[in-house]
């Protein structure tokens, strides 16, 4: 393992570096493989407001092969292949982003904004998880617990296998759900990463007990995802070259919501990941409201980013302010993540 080597501290360094030069190395080679392969047919939800629909309209879609693929190797270089962690979080990262290019492969293919069903995604989502889960309750006899702002663990026996399963599964979608304006979703990426990782590392280093803190690998990977994530911005900025896509943000999802599982800090990951909530809260509220009263709505058009955009803010406007939101949240995170580990 090439980070018993150099020292934990380093090679995170050594993992984000790596994986942002490939990021940036890569990305405009992957754009132009999935401009003529797409060809301009990713479609865009027409209850959104004329501007945002003519400006993306020829973006590609799928970007999060950008993300992805850096992310996977610099982790294969600088994490330990022999270690069962870094195993159930690559094979989570894996079906998961296959589902997520199968919907983005539907979508531009039969120009309809729908692609998988929801009943289908939401089953294979619920299949995927359940592999890791299981996997996970069988390598650690404290899978029932969880730390709430404390060091100790507290059981919460029965009720925390569906919890586990919102977790994973919610995070998956939130992120899908985020991912609607151009860099709106990979700020909070990068936050939630970077606060997974330090409490990875500081569980790590003080015993914090945890499943997957036997070794650096969750950090490693964290910095990796980080790494790549910033060269994808470059990229996802606005007018955005790419799209992320439900390749990128279901996987990505699904992927930080397993960290948190098995770093048992779930609820900093909600915290820090604000913003995430923020967009699946409001969708969950329209869509609830919406059926309750037969049609009246709380929001113009949900997830609320699009609320804001058809009142009339800006779009780089919407998505500063976000991230503005996302990197207070961490700051917020990270004391509850010193406090935890004092």
Same mark, same amino acid.
């Given at each position: 393992?090439?980070?018993?080597?150099?020292?934990?501290?380093?090679?995170?360094?050594?993992? !984000?570096?790596?994986?942002?030069?490939?990021?940036?190395?890569?990305?405009?080679?992957?754009?132009?493989?999935? &401009?003529?392969?797409?060809?301009?047919?990713?479609?865009?939800?027409?209850?959104?407001?004329?501007?945002?629909?003519?400006?993306?309209?020829?973006?590609?879609?799928?970007?999060?092969?950008?993300?992805?693929?850096?992310?996977?190797?610099?982790?294969?270089?600088?994490?330990?292949?022999?270690?069962?962690?870094?195993?159930?979080?690559?094979?989570?990262?894996?079906? !998961?982003?296959?589902?997520?290019?199968?919907?983005?492969?539907?979508?531009?293919?039969?120009?309809?904004?729908?692609?998988?069903?929801?009943?289908?995604?939401?089953?294979? &989502?619920?299949?995927?998880?359940?592999?890791?889960?299981? !996997?996970?309750?069988?390598?650690?006899?404290?899978?029932?617990?969880?730390?709430?702002?404390? =060091?100790?663990?507290?059981?919460?026996?029965?009720?925390?296998?569906?919890?586990?399963?919102?977790?994973?599964?919610?995070?998956?979608?939130?992120?899908?759900?985020?991912?609607?304006?151009?860099?709106?979703?990979?700020?909070?990426?990068?936050?939630?990463?970077?606060?997974?990782?330090?409490?990875?590392?500081?569980?790590?280093?003080?015993?914090?007990?945890?499943?997957?803190?036997?070794?650096?690998?969750?950090?490693? !990977?964290?910095?990796?995802?980080?790494?790549?994530?910033?060269?994808?911005?470059?990229?996802?900025?606005?007018?955005?070259?790419?799209?992320?896509?439900?390749?990128?943000?279901?996987?990505?999802?699904?992927?930080?919501?397993?960290?948190?599982?098995?770093? =048992?800090?779930?609820?900093?990951?909600?915290?820090?990941?604000?913003?995430?909530?923020?967009?699946?809260?409001?969708?969950?509220?329209?869509?609830?409201?919406?059926?309750?009263?037969?049609?009246?709505?709380?929001?113009?058009?949900?997830?609320?980013?699009?609320?804001?955009?058809?009142?009339?803010? =800006?779009?780089?406007?919407?998505?500063?302010?976000?991230?503005?939101?996302?990197?207070?949240?961490?700051?917020?995170?990270?004391?509850?993540?010193?406090?935890?580990?004092?």
């Amino acid at each position: 393992m090439l980070s018993t080597a150099v020292g934990a501290l380093p090679s995170y360094f050594c993992s !984000f570096l790596l994986s942002a030069v490939l990021g940036f190395a890569m990305a405009p080679y992957i754009i132009v493989a999935l &401009q003529n392969v797409q060809k301009g047919r990713h479609p865009i939800r027409g209850c959104l407001p004329a501007a945002h629909v003519a400006q993306k309209r020829g973006v590609p879609s799928m970007g999060g092969i950008i993300i992805l693929l850096p992310c996977v190797l610099s982790t294969a270089v600088f994490g330990d292949l022999h270690s069962q962690d870094i195993w159930v979080i690559l094979a989570t990262l894996a079906p !998961f982003a296959i589902l997520g290019g199968v919907d983005d492969y539907l979508k531009f293919t039969k120009q309809d904004t729908k692609g998988v069903g929801l009943g289908v995604k939401l089953f294979a &989502q619920l299949f995927m998880t359940s592999a890791a889960l299981i !996997f996970l309750s069988h390598n650690s006899s404290d899978f029932t617990s969880t730390h709430i702002f404390s =060091k100790d663990l507290i059981d919460l026996g029965w009720v925390y296998v569906p919890f586990a399963y919102i977790v994973v599964v919610g995070s998956s979608n939130s992120v899908n759900l985020t991912d609607g304006l151009d860099g709106l979703a990979i700020v909070p990426v990068m936050t939630s990463a970077t606060a997974l990782g330090i409490t990875g590392h500081l569980s790590l280093q003080l015993g914090t007990e945890a499943i997957g803190a036997t070794n650096a690998n969750i950090p490693i !990977f964290c910095a990796a995802l980080v790494g790549s994530a910033l060269s994808f911005l470059w990229f996802n900025a606005h007018p955005a070259k790419v799209f992320m896509g439900d390749l990128g943000s279901l996987s990505i999802g699904a992927s930080l919501g397993l960290m948190s599982v098995m770093l =048992k800090c779930e609820l900093i990951y909600a915290i820090a990941g604000s913003v995430f909530v923020a967009e699946a809260l409001s969708t969950m509220a329209q869509v609830a409201y919406c059926r309750l009263t037969k049609g009246r709505k709380i929001f113009l058009v949900a997830p609320v980013h699009h609320h804001f955009e058809k009142a009339g803010l =800006k779009e780089a406007t919407i998505v500063t302010r976000a991230w503005v939101i996302a990197v207070v949240s961490f700051v917020i995170s990270l004391a509850v993540i010193i406090y935890v580990h004092r």
